[in-house]
């Protein structure tokens, strides 16, 4: 049976599409066979970041209504092996994503795949719930920004209400954190929250602390999930994460500014 | 940058108060979801007893609700009629439902909806 991960925020553009297509494609490189799942409906994107939009034909929506099968839906990726993706459609509105349709896909996929990640939407409605609704395991994906944490704690709470495990009184979804966008520079000049601040509000564990790194968008840009560019600090952060999620234990880095000498510090002064 | 302004105090970085405004907001937030929201009737139910001895003017009612860090204060303050307006104690021989004095004005007063909290704000705390 294969593992369910959502990808959730509560609040947009915190990094969830961008940590959903790293952190699949880093299961699959540990040799787990992997899905990723947008359900995003209407605004289809992780076909973007996964570089595969050229090679879509049918979508999630259409095997929900039984127009195309499971098989000719998934798109496998040309770059790593065992890992493949479920686009969403782009016609569509989330009310095409019924519990039970979900439910049925997911049941089938957890027969041949070892995790099942599930890329959110934001907001808490009907697409992000189908979206945790059958979750194992959540990662929850905040900038150390306000509007981001509380957005977080919200979407733990509908975690803890309106999961199925939550429904079904079944052991709670387990829930980790992922701080993006991490800035140690700012975070020492005291304008931004620090990792413990964040861990001390939303009180849950943390899974790993990506910077904030230009490799982001230049990964973004040719279609290749920032995993694969291991020289980048958030690819290396993203490959601690996922050793993390699997129960390793790596310590974290890129959490605090770089030493800079006298020379690179009058550099700044001037820039 | 003035030079003055290297004397002047250090106002309190941005990413300390982003902190306490969460733990402040979140923590009411919290509260807020967890369970029914029992303060509306706790309102009623305590402004029902007071009306069973005392005629309480609606008017002279006056509930605050103080949301700080660490804790939140629920104020009821009624203004009590003059001595002589006092009612006699209710006693066992009369029906509880039925004040001596009419009806228990407190019970058709409309609590405030934002009233939710009536806890220690415990933020590292999760139901």
């Known amino acids: 049976m294969g593992k369910i991960i959502v990808m959730t925020s509560g609040k947009g553009g915190v990094g969830k599409t961008t940590s959903s297509a790293a952190f699949a494609t880093g299961l699959a490189l540990r040799g787990f066979k992997t899905v990723v799942i947008d359900f995003d409906v209407g605004l289809r994107n992780l076909d973007l970041v996964m570089g595969c939009e050229r090679r879509v034909v049918f979508d999630f929506i259409n095997v929900i209504n039984g127009e195309a099968k499971l098989n000719q839906a998934l798109v496998k990726d040309k770059r790593v092996d065992n890992l493949y993706i479920l686009p969403t459609s782009q016609t569509r509105d989330k009310d095409a994503l019924t519990k039970e349709g979900v439910e049925r896909i997911l049941n089938e996929l957890s027969k041949e795949f070892d995790y099942i990640v599930c890329d959110s939407p934001a907001g808490i409605e009907r697409g992000a719930l189908m979206a945790l609704y059958f979750a194992d395991h959540a990662v929850i994906v905040t900038n150390p920004e306000v509007s981001s944490v509380r957005d977080s704690d919200r979407i733990l709470g509908v975690l803890n209400s309106k999961s199925r495990r939550a429904e079904k009184g079944l052991e709670p979804v387990t829930q980790q954190l992922l701080l993006t966008r991490y800035d140690p520079e700012r975070v020492e000049r005291g304008e931004m929250l620090k990792v413990d601040d964040v861990l001390e509000i939303l009180a849950i564990p943390l899974l790993g602390v990506i910077p904030e790194s230009q490799a982001v968008l230049r990964a973004s840009n040719i279609g290749m999930p920032v995993i694969l560019d291991e020289n980048s600090n958030a690819g290396q952060a993203y490959l601690d994460a996922v050793g993390r999620f699997l129960g390793e234990e790596v310590e974290h880095r890129f959490t605090s500014a770089q030493k800079k000498g006298l020379f690179s510090r009058l550099l700044r002064r001037t820039a | ?127």
């Open chain 2, 1 to 127: 940058m003035s030079i003055f302004s290297f004397f002047r105090a250090a106002p309190k970085a941005s990413a300390v108060q982003a902190k306490e405004r969460l733990q402040i907001v979140m923590a009411h937030e919290r509260v807020g979801r967890s369970g029914p929201d029992y303060l509306p009737m706790l309102q009623q139910e305590l402004l029902a007893v007071i009306a069973k001895y005392v005629d309480i003017d609606d008017n002279k009612v006056e509930v605050k609700l103080d949301r700080g860090g660490d804790c939140s204060t629920l104020e009821v303050n009624i203004e009590l009629p003059s001595r002589d307006q006092i009612k006699a104690p209710v006693g066992k021989d009369m029906p509880v439902s039925k004040p001596a004095n009419g009806s228990a004005k407190g019970e058709d007063k409309d609590p405030p909806k934002a009233a939710s909290a009536l806890t220690n704000g415990g933020v590292s705390k999760r139901r």
